[in-house]
């Protein structure tokens, strides 16, 4: 039920509540915030919003940048991790104009939802449904250092196999071992738990939590099926939750695609269908893994543009890392039934027509949750309005082990790109499917690029501990 501004006041007085804290989105996908004493939240304020500078966030030049963020009561909730009792909410920037703001285009939660109108505008669906998964680390020290003349990071995890010899009561996991293992060897249960306990209580359902397969602290939180919009600002809460949970039981949480070497990188696998309404988009018995012909045009879309949209879902230098073979990360772009090899994974355990659908395995959750999930709907419905065939193009269905191919086999298919300089080249010659309908503006694509170009070399110009391995002596 949608909250009225007298809701929040009465919220506040009940809970006694002493400050309102504005959560933000940068650029990059991460929070900044503004908060008010109680005392000064009114109904005006819900109209003129708070001022801030946007050029910090990325989205202005200096000259052009004040804006006012206008908070959305739909998203009140008590942050847990403050003292001081406090209501936290996000909402949506806009451009000061008169008599009237407008909402700022470039802002990521306004892009979701001009994705979704685009949608309902098609005539193709009315809602996206949308599933990520959760991987990340918990370590329990991790330090790093980058200097002229000190460069290195270290990590320490008490279950890794690494710490046989120091950890004193034998508890700990073999490489690639970790996954759903129980006590006890799974040493951060009560942290996980907490954090999906939390999680409820702001609104957001989970399936499940366990080990994932990294033995040095990985593990995965998986929500359910929530709409595109809802669940791009659940991202950003159950980011900040595991992270501030993490810190409570000390330890380190990190999203990081691949923060140890030689073990399984953490990716956001992103399940998706679409629902008109009532009813299924992508369901029919007779159709490949039980799936409609829009279901496999949605596909189709992706895969025409998976190296674009590679530099939104991967946007991190460290993101390629992961997509490497040897894991379960893909590296193929093709779809499949339960083949976690292929780039698209088709679940045969979503059986009812209500939840047939597929997962896209690449993105990991360094991407802006906004961003990414508004371009996979624009990709897909892009394939659906051109009815582009994935099985015509030749990307599949690949039903075996993509990793066990011959070489000669393997040379014939479609890789995903290798770095983020990869991607950023695709994006720059493939944006249109973006830009339809004016849900991603040319300005925020052009300073997107601009930015992680700028990302990727002044990492390439950093000397790495594993060049001085390589070379130090040549």
Known sequence: MAKTVQDILDFIKENDIKMVDFKMVDINGQYRHV????????????????????????????????????????????????????????????????????????????????????MRDSGIADTMYILPEFEFYLFDRVGWDVRPNSIGMEIDANQSHWNTAVEGLGVTVAKQKNYHIAKPFDTTYECRSEMVML???????????????????????????????????????????????????????????????????????????????????????????????????????????????????????????????????????????????????????????KSRRFELRNPDATCNPYFCYAALLMAGLDGIKNQIDPHANGWGPYDMNLYHLPEEEKAKLQQLPTSLEAALDALEADHQFLTAGGVFPEELIANFIKTKRAECREMAAIPTPAEFDKYYNL
């Not at 279901?295 to 993101?319: D, E, Q, R």
């Open 35 to 118: 908060t008010i004493p109680a005392v000064s939240f009114t109904e005006e304020l819900m109209t003129v919003g708070v001022g801030f500078d946007a050029s910090n966030y990325g989205y202005a030049v200096v000259e052009k940048s004040d804006m006012v963020f206008i908070p959305d009561p739909d998203t009140a909730a008590i942050d847990p991790f403050c003292e001081i009792p406090t209501l936290s909410m996000t909402g949506n920037a806009m451009i000061i104009d008169y008599p009237q703001n407008r909402p700022l285009a470039q802002y990521p939660r306004n892009i979701v939802l001009a994705a979704e109108k685009y």
């Open 199 to 353: 999680m409820e209580e702001a609104g957001i359902p989970i399936k499940y939590h366990h080990p994932e397969v990294g033995a040095s602290g990985q593990f995965e939180i998986e929500p359910m099926l929530g709409v595109m919009s809802t669940m791009a600002d659940a991202t950003m809460m159950i980011k900040y939750i595991i992270h501030n949970t993490a810190l409570k039981y000390g330890k380190s949480a990190t999203f990081m695609p691949k923060p140890v070497y030689g073990e399984a990188g953490s990716g956001m696998h992103v399940h998706m269908l679409l629902m008109k309404d009532g009813e299924p988009v992508f369901s029919d018995d007779n159709g490949y893994s039980h799936l409609s012909k829009e279901a496999h045009w949605f596909m189709g879309g992706l895969l025409k543009h998976i190296n674009a949209l590679c530099a939104i879902t991967n946007p991190s230098t460290n993101s390629f890392k992961r997509l490497v073979p040897g894991f379960e990360a893909p590296v193929t772009v093709g779809y499949a039934t339960s083949n976690r090899s292929a780039v698209i994974r088709i679940p045969a355990y979503a059986k009812s027509p």
